[in-house]
């Protein structure tokens, strides 16, 4: 139950910033994007309801599938790039403004649930034979 709560706060987090992205594109570029790097642009709204769309796909599937250990450690090996995105761009690149920054927050809270689920999974796989239970 414990590694099934972690999937439900990374779904959380997909949900809603995904959400918030495709249903109110240009109050997402109004608040997390810096000045110099914001723009009123069908494209620019466009591309970001098409990122919302598809991180609102991916935390209803991580609401109807039960992950595995395994699937809780790849997806914490893969969120590490993203917080090297958000690195680059909050510091380097100043894209991302400090609300921007809600995207390092949720990719922190996702990361934090992907520890707890794996050892929540594993404990589940060793009870019952490396099943997956539902």
């Known amino acids: 139950m ?6 439900f706060a990374i779904a959380f987090v997909f949900l809603a910033l995904g959400g918030w992205a495709l ?36 935390g209803i599937m991580a609401l109807v599938t039960r992950w595995s250990s395994k699937a809780f450690a790849v997806f914490a090996v893969v969120l590490i790039p993203f917080f090297i995105f958000n690195w680059y761009f909050h510091y380097e690149v100043p894209v991302l403004n400090s609300i921007g920054m809600l995207d390092f927050a949720g990719n922190v809270v996702m990361f934090a649930a992907c520890l707890l689920g794996w050892q929540a999974a594993r404990k589940g796989e060793k009870n019952t034979g490396g099943i997956v239970p539902l």
């Open 2 to 7: 414990r590694a099934l709560l972690c999937q």
């Open 23 to 58: 249903i109110a594109p240009q109050s997402v570029i109004d608040l997390t994007l810096t000045p110099q790097y914001r723009e009123d642009s069908f494209i620019l709204r466009f591309v970001m309801a098409c990122f919302g769309a598809q991180a609102v796909m991916f």
